[in-house]
């Protein structure tokens, strides 16, 4: 058996209980919610309801049309599109096609079209009109009937029409069926329908229609035994039979094969036979073969198959109805029922399961209450308000009748626990007046008129005779409390079976707080257990001996309303203020407990009540409802009055042996035939709209589940998102979830709205889903997807071009500084050149004349050679300076080994004339590293003035030179074995001349340190430390010299 299969048959079954409980229930009040123009409808008059596929009521009214989403109505009217306000029929093809019938003509629906008129002449409107024909009653279209082949019948006033479609062409072709026309109301169609055959059957205030295989038509009217011609409905029950509606007339059954000429009707239905009116507008058939009747009268539950007295279950106002005047009604996708009336709007019937009982069925509601059922399964309902008169209420399948005690006061002031029948079937009453035992008796009526078998007082051990709770342990022993007596510490009593007698317990304070007893209850291990009202203590009474236990022990720290036991032999706890609480250990006098409250999922923190369906479900009784706890699970489903219950806090509340289950406020009873869920439904969700800075973007109207490539611009950065998940039940605990960017769902919240603002640009994915009660979250999340734009500034083209234009610029200040180091080095190469070429050869000849006058002066005018020798001098050391002149500047002496050379030829030059032995040391593979003009000059005069100073003041053999690098550092030291000097002496200088002190300072300009170590009689060692300033562009500008 497939799976849809399988899901239809449950739906049946749950469909059956549902109408049997219905059907069970006679004159209870039916779980109804209203809904008319106060609540958004626009207009109370509902001619038609139906569902689409998406989950959408629409709703047909004689002021436009409404589309309900288990939140709002969304309206539309000529406003929007339509052409006229009356609508007739909706219809949602096939293929997922919208179709509107009006009385000014029909239209296609667009969900993505724009409400009229359109604001450009591109934009397709929301709605379409098509004019069936010129004649005006022909636009007044009641009615569509899709045929298999896809194409549309339409019901009018003026006939039968064909419509098809093909593309975007859209013919429209009159059918005649063979109508009269005699007067114009007589081509008026109200309905069509197919029957299991294929045959198309026409309904018109001028008779019944059948189309034939061969496309003749059949006409039957009064003349066949209708005795109305005015039909407006059809049913095709599970035999094949067929059963009509007429206006004024009935429910009509057809014989077996309709013939001209012949007696059409085999049977007729009227108030007689239990309709509760003659105009029978609408037929809705359900999938176990029962149908509704919509009346003008009341509902009608139709059972085909039933004997003729038992064919109709009728409701009307006495059940709730809103409105006695039914033209029609649909089951949404939760299988709640919707009622269209003729001027009181909309009726929802819940699926819910729950009927009520007040006055009207004869009880009588109290603020206190016990309730019990006797083991002849009598349900019973005990007020126990004392001082006043009250009654025993027992329910006889329909209905409560009061049974009058014969107590001298009143009952026990108490709301649980004031009546009991023990296991041998005796019954036990509190009452002001002492506690009441009667014998076994066949019915609670008898209650009435039975004498006691024995009354307990003070006389027989009760501390007062005011009795306010019973209750009956494992041992059989009856427990009660009675009200507080000032002169003891408690009021705790119970009646030994075994001797007949009362033992009055006065517990100290440790025991139990000097408090009225609000509860007894009795664990598994037969330990009784009691509660206090006004306090957070409960006792437990184990072995004879009494226990408290406080929230000191793992108590609730609230008052205590009641105990429960369920079918797991759990022991559970309903508290004033602190919800719901299980004992799952008892050990070293200490409780310890599983909570259940508002923060996960309870309704209210405050418990009355709890009992337990046959499945293990706890049903627990709160001032807001009912909730249903699976502990299984932890689901927790929500039912208040909108699902049937009465209204109240839920004080008390019991399962038969029948399994339903009976909660008591004080202002009714409700009962519920539990059921086992079905597969959690998984609640769709839609994304409804998206707002950016407030301006709405092109979506369906009806909403979408994907929503991909919206792109805004980058002032477009605050979004809104409304969403929705069509629900239709009363409690309607629907949460929802969502995400940005696939981080972590939120919490969930009960806003369909959510709003970002200020958003950075990028791209973003919101999800929403939508989540019950029970935690059952949507199959598919619904998204959108979208992208804000970066500004133009931010985007790759953009900081791609930037970047080549940042490059091209550095590129540009490269070159230009290249230019400029190149056009320096060019000065400094002429300007070597020049002081070579021009000075130095001007210099080389004043020496060379120098040096030959002065051999020619000393034979021929010796008074002349001193000076023609200090000419001479002067102009070798003149050649010397520009040398080094024109060496320094000279840029292709920019390396690392030119300083070197230069250095060691100088050292060469000046000490191996005066006998110093030389030593050189120079790092391998560094003498490629370039070095700037600056800092090599500054290196080569400092090195220079020190190895003046060896050959001038040092006296010395030997003298070392030593140059090592340490990366970009340079390490010189000149060392020698001389005769040295003390520091202390020269203030920074050596023979009164300024050597240190200059050296100093150039090692300060190269950013480097000097330090000169010398003790006199042990030589002198000068070290020079320096970073070498390696120009990066060097190397480029060498290879453009």
């Keep these: 058996m497939n799976r849809t299969r399988v899901s239809q048959m449950q739906r049946v079954i749950r469909l059956a209980l549902w109408l049997g409980l219905l059907v069970a229930g006679h004159a209870q009040q039916l779980p109804i919610k209203g809904y008319t123009t106060e609540d958004g409808l626009p207009h109370n008059h509902i001619n038609r309801i139906k569902r689409d596929s998406r989950g959408y009521l629409w709703i047909c009214t004689d002021e436009g049309l409404a589309r309900y989403d288990g939140y709002r109505f969304i309206n539309y009217g000529t406003a929007q599109g339509l052409p006229n306000l009356t609508i007739n029929d909706f219809i949602e093809t096939r293929d997922g096609t919208y179709w509107v019938a009006t009385d000014g003509g029909i239209c296609l629906f667009n969900p993505l079209g724009i409400a009229a008129p359109p604001n450009t002449k591109q934009s397709a409107p929301l709605f379409t009109v098509y004019q069936v024909s010129s004649r005006e009653e022909t636009n007044h279209v009641n009615g569509f009937l899709e ?33 009269p026309t005699g007067s114009r109301d007589e081509r008026h169609v109200t309905k069509l329908a197919f029957d299991s055959r294929g045959t198309l059957w026409v309904m018109s205030i001028s008779g019944l229609y059948r189309r034939l295989s061969q496309g003749r038509w059949e006409r039957y009217s009064v003349e066949n035994g209708l005795p109305n011609n005015f039909v407006q409905s059809l049913f095709e029950d599970q035999r094949g039979r067929l059963w009509i509606g007429s206006r004024n007339d009935g429910l009509h059954l057809l014989v077996a094969n309709p013939q ?94 729950f009927a009520t009982f007040s006055f009207l069925h004869g009880f009588s509601p109290a603020t206190h209450n016990t309730i019990c059922e006797s083991d002849n399964g009598e349900l019973l309902i005990y007020n126990g308000m004392r001082r006043e008169e009250r009654f025993i209420q027992s329910f006889d399948g329909k209905q409560f009748i009061r049974t009058r005690h014969q107590v001298a006061r009143g009952f026990g002031f108490s709301q649980r626990q004031a009546i009991l029948q023990d296991h041998l079937g005796e019954w036990w009453v509190a009452t002001d007046e002492g506690l009441y035992r009667y014998p076994r008796l066949n019915r609670v009526a008898d209650l009435a008129r039975a004498k006691p078998k024995a009354i307990y007082t003070q006389r027989d051990g009760l501390a007062l005779n005011v009795v306010e709770r019973i209750y009956e342990d494992q041992r059989g022993d009856i427990w009660m409390a009675t009200y507080l007596n000032p002169q003891s510490l408690n009021c705790l009593h119970r009646w030994d079976r075994a001797t007949n007698k009362i033992h009055q317990y006065k517990l100290t304070e440790s025991e139990a707080p000097t408090i009225n007893i609000n509860a007894f209850g009795e664990d598994a291990q037969g330990n009784l257990w009691i509660a206090f009202s006004g306090t957070k203590a409960m006792t437990q009474y184990r072995d004879g001996q009494f226990k408290q236990f406080t929230e000191a022990n793992g108590a609730p720290a609230s008052t205590v309303h009641s105990f429960f036991l369920d079918s797991k032999k759990q022991m559970w706890i309903a508290t004033k203020e602190r919800g719901l609480h299980r004992i799952d250990k008892v050990a070293d006098d200490q409780l310890y407990l599983t909570t259940w409250n508002v923060t996960n999922g309870l309704a209210t923190n405050e418990v009355w009540s709890i009992t337990e369906d046959q499945w293990g479900r706890l049903y627990v009784g709160t001032g807001r409802g009912v909730d249903r706890l699976d502990p299984a699970t932890g689901f927790i489903r929500h039912f208040n009055f909108a699902d049937g219950l009465a209204k109240g806090e839920v004080s008390v509340s019991l399962r038969d042996r029948h399994n339903q289950l009976w909660f008591v406020t004080e202002q009714g009873v409700s009962r519920l035939i539990p059921k086992l869920d079905e597969t959690p439904i998984q609640p769709p969700i839609l994304i409804t709209a998206v707002r950016v800075n407030g301006n709405p973007s092109p979506l369906s109207e009806l909403g979408e589940g994907q929503i991909e490539k919206l792109t805004f611009a980058p002032e477009q950065n605050s979004v809104q998102i409304d969403f929705v998940s069509l629900h239709f039940s009363a409690d309607a605990k629907l949460h929802y979830q969502y995400q940005l960017n696939a981080q972590q769902w939120s919490a969930p919240t009960d806003l369909r709205t959510i709003s970002f603002a200020n958003l950075a640009p990028g791209d973003y994915r919101f999800t929403v889903r939508a989540m019950t009660s029970s935690g059952v979250t949507s199959a598919t999340p619904a998204f959108v997807a979208f992208t804000i734009n970066r500004p133009i500034w931010h985007r790759w083209w953009f900081l791609s071009l930037l970047g080549l234009a940042m490059v091209g610029l550095g590129y540009a200040a490269y070159r230009y500084r290249v230019t400029q180091l190149l056009a320096l080095e060019r000065v400094r190469t002429r300007i070597a050149a020049d002081l070579h070429d021009d000075v130095g050869a001007t210099l080389s000849l004043i020496a060379g004349i120098s040096e030959m006058l002065e051999q020619q002066a000393a034979q021929v005018a010796p008074q002349l050679h001193p000076q023609l020798v200090v000419v001479a001098n002067a102009a070798r050391r003149s050649m010397d300076a520009m040398s080094d002149i024109v060496w320094m500047i000279n840029p292709n002496k920019d390396h690392l080994r030119d300083l070197t050379q230069r250095i060691r030829r100088f050292a060469s030059d000046t000490l191996t004339p005066r006998n110093v032995t030389l030593k050189f040391s120079l790092p391998d593979g560094a003498h490629h590293l370039p070095v700037t003009s600056e800092s090599r000059r500054a290196i080569y005069l400092i090195c220079k003035e020190a190895i ?33 000097f003390d520091p202390a002496a020269t203030n920074g200088s050596l023979n009164g001349g300024q050597g240190l002190l200059n050296m100093h300072s150039r090692a300060a300009k190269l950013g480097g340190e000097l330090s000169v170590a010398a003790q006199p009689g042990s030589g002198t060692e000068v070290v020079l430390r320096a970073r070498l300033d390696q120009h990066e562009l060097a190397d480029h500008v060498r290879k453009h010299l």
């Design 147 to 179: 045929d298999p082949d896809g194409s549309l019948w339409l019901a009018t006033s003026g006939g039968l029409f064909h419509l098809q479609r093909t593309g975007e062409q859209v013919r429209i072709e009159v059918v005649e069926i063979g109508q």
């Design 948 to 980: 003046n100073n060896i050959s001038r003041h040092a006296a010395c053999t030997e003298a070392e030179i030593t140059l090592t690098l340490d990366g970009a550092t340079v390490t010189l030291r000149l060392r020698d074995n001389g005769k040295g």
């Design 260 to 353: 001209p000429g012949h007696r059409i009707v085999e049977k007729t239905y009227t108030i007689r036979d239990g309709l509760p009116g003659f105009d029978v507008r609408n037929i809705t058939p359900l999938p176990d073969g029962r149908a509704w009747l919509c009346v003008v009268g009341g509902l009608v539950l139709f059972n085909p198959e039933a004997r003729d007295d038992a064919k109709f279950t009728m409701y009307t106002a006495a059940h709730g109805l809103t409105s006695e005047e039914i033209y029609n009604l649909t089951l949404d996708s939760e299988e709640h029922l919707w009622v269209g009336t003729r001027n009181n709007g909309v009726m929802r019937i819940a699926n819910s399961g």
